[in-house]
């Protein structure tokens, strides 16, 4: 089982040379009935170590999609995936589900906070089964909560939050893990747009701060704004990368 400190450990572990991200020609086709909906067609990306990368595009157009397949809810039907240099497609189930545990945080569009839980316990959750030390995990998520501005609000229910404040708790809930990478989708979407781009800009500033690399999916500009690369999404493609320069491809 992984305690806290192994997890900084396997943070620090990776090589700094090795992207976080690198998808090669992948697709998602969903069969329904005599259709096919091509939902991923040929997407190649790679996301360096520190980057925010946001995908940006309308309704459909592919984002949850490939955010999924990065973080393995859902298997591409053709092409690779590598996440922290390792093929994903070699990887059973289970050990898909540890490397996603070690490795990745997720920030969904509508917070996902366990309702009869307190904020610090969301926070705690992803490792509350785990045989970590109860009064470090407890610094640790109350640290976290400090970062997002949200320690004042510690024992509420999310209830009695309000969305921008559920956000930032689920924002200290997806690092509790110390993984290398948070994927967001549409973490702004249920804000108001003031509240998205402080949202944001907090996650982009966490993230920088400690070494975390960020795929986000948006289509609010602002959320774009605020990242290092921004891929253009369309009918399930990637059709333009503005920003760092796209690493050259192998
Ligand atoms: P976005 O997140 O950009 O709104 P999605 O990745 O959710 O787009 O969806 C891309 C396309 O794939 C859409 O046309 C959607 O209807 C389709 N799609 C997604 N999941 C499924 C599924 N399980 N079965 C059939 N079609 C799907
Ligand atoms: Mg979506």
């Not at 090589?15 to 020609?25: F, I, M």
């Not at 070699?90 to 509508?110: C, K, M, N, P, Y």
């Amino acid at each position: 089982m992984t305690s806290l400190t192994e997890a900084a450990q396997n943070g620090a572990a990776a090589s700094p040379a090795e992207p976080v991200v690198r998808a090669e020609h992948v697709w998602k086709l969903h069969k329904l009935g005599d259709e096919v909906v091509k939902a991923l067609v040929d997407a190649t990306l790679t996301v360096q170590p520190g980057e925010f990368a946001c995908l940006m595009g309308p309704s459909g157009s592919g984002k949850s999609t490939l955010l999924n397949i990065i973080g393995g809810l859902d298997r591409p039907t053709k092409g690779t995936v590598f996440i922290d240099g390792r093929d994903t497609a070699a990887l059973s189930e289970s050990q898909f589900a540890a490397l996603r545990h070690d490795t990745v945080g997720f920030i969904f569009q509508s917070y996902n906070l366990i309702p009869f839980l307190s904020a610090v316990e969301n926070v705690e959750l992803p490792l509350m089964f785990e045989p970590v030390d109860r009064t470090a995990l407890r610094r640790r998520a109350m640290d976290l909560l400090e970062l997002v501005g949200m320690s004042h609000r510690a024992s509420h229910q999310p209830a009695k939050l309000s969305g921008g404040e559920q956000q930032r708790t689920a924002i200290a809930r997806s690092l509790i893990g110390q993984p290398r990478l948070v994927l967001a989708d549409e973490p702004t979407a249920n804000l108001d747009q003031r509240t998205g781009a402080v949202v944001v800009r907090l996650l982009r500033d966490l993230c920088s701060r400690m070494g975390v690399t960020v795929v986000a999916s948006t289509h609010d500009p602002l959320v774009a704004e605020e990242a290092s690369r921004v891929l253009r999404m369309q009918d399930g493609r990637i059709v333009s990368t503005t920003g760092q320069p796209h690493p050259p491809e192998a």
